[in-house]
């Protein structure tokens, strides 16, 4: 069922090219979306445009976010194999693969039941093992942490505290922040001093991130 053909590796291969003229530098992000058939993670009806760089509705009024982001935040990252690595929204599962395929041992939560389940069952389809876990981001997986790496694809009007506690020393958070369309993609650290400090690498546009507390989204 889950086809991967000379048409869809051809594409993927000129969506490459593309991403690392866009800026895209680290060659496993790279190799890892190679690896990654995105098409299997759209409806069919997107068949055709499923390596066009944007982003696409996947229901539940969350999207797929546009290759280029996905390979932008996965650099970011800079995942070493065997990192443990906290994804907060699985979303499509797309950005799961990727941080699989590179090594990381994930942790993904979704609260989107009907997400969560569709991510669960063509992951596995693909032979992905990462830890799936359906619900609130916010709080993260306490019983997991640390993690080496954060991950949060979805725009935060704040950074939780929760997922802050849940990071190593020396771990990175990359995060959408802001609230409004445009959103500022951030990489957190901590110091030597345990001060956290945050770098801005431009703007991007992301869904919001839900949260139970706060009944507007």
């Known amino acids: 069922m889950l086809e991967d053909n000379y048409r869809h590796k051809g594409l993927r291969k000129k969506l490459l090219s593309e991403l690392s003229e866009k800026g895209i530098t680290d060659t496993r992000v790279l190799e890892a979306m190679n690896k990654v058939p995105r098409h299997f993670f759209l409806s069919s009806a997107f068949l055709e445009f499923a390596y066009e760089n944007k982003a696409f509705q996947i229901g539940a009024g969350q999207t797929i976010s546009q290759p280029f982001t996905v390979a932008f935040q996965s650099q970011l990252l800079k995942i070493e194999k065997g990192m443990k690595v906290l994804e907060v929204g699985t979303g499509s599962g797309y950005q799961t693969a990727v941080l699989c395929e590179m090594g990381a041992k994930v942790y993904s939560i979704e609260r989107q039941k009907l997400l969560h389940d569709n991510a669960k069952s063509l992951l596995m389809k693909m032979g992905y093992r990462p830890n799936l876990v359906y619900g609130d981001g916010y709080k993260g997986l306490p019983s997991f942490a640390p993690f080496d790496r954060i991950l949060i694809t979805?725009?935060?009007?704040?950074?939780?505290?929760?997922?802050?506690?849940?990071?190593?020393?020396?771990?990175?958070?990359?995060?959408?922040?802001?609230?409004?369309?445009?959103?500022e993609m951030m990489v957190i650290h901590e110091d030597e001093h345990g001060h956290f400090q945050s770098e801005v690498h431009g703007k991007f546009s992301f869904v919001p991130m839900l949260e139970k507390r706060n009944s507007q989204h």
Do not use: N, T
């Open 154 to 183: 979805c725009a935060a009007p704040s950074i939780p505290d929760e997922l802050l506690l849940q990071m190593k020393q020396k771990g990175l958070l990359v995060i959408p922040f802001g609230e409004g369309e445009v959103q």
